[in-house]
């Protein structure tokens, strides 16, 4: 069956077809694909790499992106690395944790930064790799947003993404 049926894609579940668990789509000579499929109850699909589309995604009940929360590092010299894997950074800064890095992104990609903890009076300052608008931008308050769109050589400011707060653009 392998030979002749190597196109063919099916589901290992001891021929009881697709159920409520997450199962591994496999081909007919038993390579497994990075795709994963539930029944139509759940209806969950999960790709273990990249969603490529040439067109539209839409998602019906919203898109939760990853997220990340960290401590902001002690100085400029040791700021905290943000992830380029998540799409929001949550930061907490105190005494001795001010900082955050942002490396290079891919064209397009988006960022979102959220002060949420700011503890002793400490401002957040974020320093992106490349920034067209300067070279920092700081938060002096928490409960504070901004969004980050990469043009494929810096980061771009898209807007604020609290009410009347801001971050300052050095």
Do not use: C
């Amino acid at each position: 069956m392998a030979e002749s049926y190597k196109d063919s894609l099916r589901i290992d579940n001891n021929n009881q077809g697709v159920d409520s668990t997450l199962r591994t789509v496999v081909s007919g000579d038993g390579d497994t694909t990075g795709l994963q499929l539930e029944d139509g109850t759940t209806g969950n699909v999960k790709a273990l790499g990249q969603i490529i589309s040439t067109g539209h995604v839409t998602a019906g009940y919203g898109i939760i992106a990853g997220v990340e929360t960290v401590d902001a590092g002690n100085g400029s010299g040791n700021a905290t690395a943000l992830s380029l894997n998540t799409l929001t950074s949550f930061v907490n800064t105190a005494t001795s944790k001010s900082h955050v890095s942002l490396a290079d992104g891919t064209a397009g990609q988006l960022k979102i930064i959220f002060h949420k903890v700011l503890a002793n009076a400490v401002s957040l300052v974020v320093t992106p790799a490349n920034f067209a608008a300067g070279s920092t931008l700081t938060s002096d308050a928490a409960s504070r947003g901004v969004m980050l769109i990469f043009d494929g050589t810096n980061w771009q400011v898209l807007g604020e993404v609290t009410g009347t707060a801001e971050f300052v653009i050095a």
